[in-house]
């Protein structure tokens, strides 16, 4: 074999004409979709959109670095207040305050990255965790931020071009979406991601290769933040009104729900689990509005279940599907995925 | 006072965990492109002193010079980047990456992408790009060199024992080193696998100039490659010497070779 190797290809996103053809038929797809899909659709894709950011960001700490955060709903929240904040208090324009929004974020990530040189496993969970609640107390508390009462997000413009409808916010959501998941891809695949990795395979091995763990583990945290930080400064125009209660701590586990069920070190599994999760958390919010079964569920759930009702079916259920997802394929749906490609390749046979 | 230049030195190392002393006032000097070998019997301190060399364990005592600088205290990345490059006695590779990624981590201090460049590349002219594709190149030898073609693009984590060692090796020769740390390199080697190590470790010594300091518990390759020998038993050094010296040593004949 002295047939010179095309290294570029090792490291190429589209390296057949095959894959060009399905990377463009899924940008047109995206492109037209909004046209086409009824207002509830649209909006439940930029739900989706934003969850990928946050599970392609949290993946890049838990999956790739092998570290921890139950904190992540701090995150999105200091990058939904900051660029709402930044807007209304500094009056920078929109896109200049997603970053400030993501940029303050990712110092936290720092910050809280520096704990994690010392602690591991559990003991970084609960210190995570506690970060995450921390946040959701300070901001609930301050008057600047709104208090208990929360802040409206304020009216969004890119230049002169103002975004109103779910269908306008969709175009820069889901573009920033798709630009954040190349990215995070194109890392993973160069000397920055090799490090995370490395940290989470051996990390005396890393080390002892001339990786610096102080600083690739600080960044991971602020990397991962980072993509939190844009996701929430996202939702607050989603929402169009932020509170601290959009960013329990609940929603710190839902993160770390939406990773492993996509599947851990897997950019594409990120995109599934985003997506998927989000479908089910959406869909089981409206679960009473089932013909038959709905009322049925309404009845069970009042007559078995304390007062809060219908939260607590769609709460088992979708706890009942990550449990199974987890036991049966480990890998999450980026498994799936995997063994289904593999049945097309071989099928019929 | 005229000091000698010296390549490596240690002087009077010692560390101690709990109580026992793991190594005990070692010392030894290490000739520019030679190969020196550590023996002893099994928990004598062998691992213990790559450990310090590696700055993963700091010892109590003693001076351990490399190229005119006493690196105790240093951080391991630091050592790395001076050209000290190691392998594990229980493999420690990255188990999920494939064998061309585990060396290309190797390339790790010789690379610039960062994570703005690496984020962004799109196409073959961008930095990233160029920097990936330079590097591969360059692990594209070794691992000719090391005939690991086979094992190119698989996950190291389900290859057999004694390729993830070469991968170990490959990795270590990855980061050019000018002194490399071989911790039992032949451990789980069948003999034809042993022969070609040995003829590898004297082409890493004569073709690429690269210093070694080897522990190993196979006599045969200890004695056809090794330029001098230091025992060790206890964390104590019992001798110092040729190959042909130290086979004659009683105590050293005792301790270690006595069941031949
Ligand atoms: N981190 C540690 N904590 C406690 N004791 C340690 C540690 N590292 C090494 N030791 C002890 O130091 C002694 C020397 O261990 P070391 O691993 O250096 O031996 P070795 O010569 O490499 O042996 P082998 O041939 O079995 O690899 C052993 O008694 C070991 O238990
Ligand atoms: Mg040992």
């Not at chain 1, 939406?258 to 869909?283: H, R």
């Not at chain 2, 071989?182 to 042993?194: F, R, T, Y």
Request: net charge negative; with cysteine; charged share 15%.
């Amino acid at each position: 074999m002295d047939m010179k190797r095309d290294y570029y290809e090792d490291i190429q996103l589209l390296d057949s004409r095959i894959l060009w053809f399905w990377f463009i038929m899924l940008v047109a797809s995206l492109a037209i979709f909004p046209f086409l899909a009824p207002n509830y659709y649209i909006y439940m894709a930029n739900y989706m959109a934003i969850h990928v950011i946050v599970t392609v960001g949290l993946n890049i700490l838990v999956g790739y670095t092998g570290q921890i955060s139950l904190g992540h709903a701090g995150f999105f929240a200091i990058g939904a207040y900051g660029t709402v904040l930044s807007m209304t208090a500094l009056h920078l324009p929109f896109p200049i305050a997603l970053l400030a929004g993501a940029f303050i974020a990712a110092f936290f990530g720092f910050i809280l990255g520096l704990p994690a040189l010392r602690l591991e496993g559990p003991y970084l969970a609960i210190a995570t965790l506690g970060f995450g609640m921390a946040i959701t107390q300070v901001i609930g508390r301050w008057q600047v931020f709104g208090g208990r009462m929360g802040i409206e997000a304020p009216d969004l413009s890119i230049g002169s071009y103002i975004l109103e409808s779910d269908r306008q916010l969709y175009f820069l959501i889901v573009t920033v979406a798709f630009l954040l998941t190349l990215a995070a891809r194109n890392l993973m695949k160069t000397r920055v991601g090799r490090a995370f990795i490395a940290i989470r395979d051996s990390d005396i091995a890393a080390e002892t290769m001339g990786v610096n763990l102080t600083f690739y583990k600080t960044l991971a945290f602020a990397v991962s933040a980072f993509y939190a930080g844009i996701a929430g400064g996202l939702m607050a125009f989603l929402l169009g009104f932020i509170n601290p209660s959009s960013f329990n701590f609940i929603l710190s586990i839902y993160f770390l729900a939406f990773v492993i069920v996509g599947g851990l070190g897997s950019i594409f599994g990120s995109i599934m689990g985003g997506v998927f999760m989000t479908w089910l958390m959406l869909t089981l919010d409206k679960v009473q509005e089932l013909p038959y079964l709905g009322s049925i569920l309404i009845t069970f759930s009042e007559r078995w279940m304390n007062l809060t009702g219908l939260p607590n079916i769609a709460s088992i259920i979708f706890g009942l599907i990550v449990v199974l997802l987890v036991v049966f394929e480990p890998l999450g749906l980026y498994g799936f995925w995997i063994r289904t490609k593999i049945y097309w390749k071989t099928w019929p046979f | 006072m005229p000091t000698t230049y010296q390549f490596f030195n240690i002087e009077n190392l010692s560390i101690s965990f709990g109580g026992l002393m793991a190594v005990d006032k070692v010392g030894f000097v290490v000739e520019q492109g030679s190969i020196f070998s550590i023996i002893g019997p099994n928990g004598a301190g062998k691992t213990t002193i790559f450990n310090c060399i590696s700055g993963l364990y700091r010892p109590d005592s003693g001076k351990i010079n490399f190229s005119g600088e006493d690196i105790i205290g240093l951080k391991p990345h630091t050592i790395a980047r001076l050209g000290i490059a190691r392998t594990f006695q229980n493999i420690e590779l990255f188990s999920r990456m494939t064998t061309m990624e585990n060396l290309m981590l190797g390339r790790h201090i010789h690379m610039k992408t960062g994570i703005w460049s690496g984020a962004t590349f799109y196409r073959r002219g961008s930095r990233a790009a160029q920097d990936e594709i330079k590097h591969r190149e360059h692990v594209e030898e070794i691992i000719d060199l090391l005939d690991l073609q086979a094992a190119r693009n698989q996950f190291v984590g389900g290859l057999p024992y004694g390729t993830q060692k070469l991968i170990e090796l490959g990795r270590a020769l990855a980061l050019e080193p000018k002194l490399l740390l071989l911790d039992e390199p032949s451990a789980g080697m069948n003999s034809e696998e042993k022969q070609d190590l040995i003829f590898w470790i004297k082409d890493i010594q004569d073709e690429l100039g690269v210093t070694i300091l080897l522990i190993e518990h196979d006599m045969k390759l200890i004695m056809d490659i090794s330029d001098r020998i230091l025992a060790i038993n206890f964390g104590k050094p019992i001798m110092e010497g040729t190959p042909a010296e130290v086979q004659k040593h009683p105590e050293v004949l005792k301790a270690y070779l006595g069941e031949d």
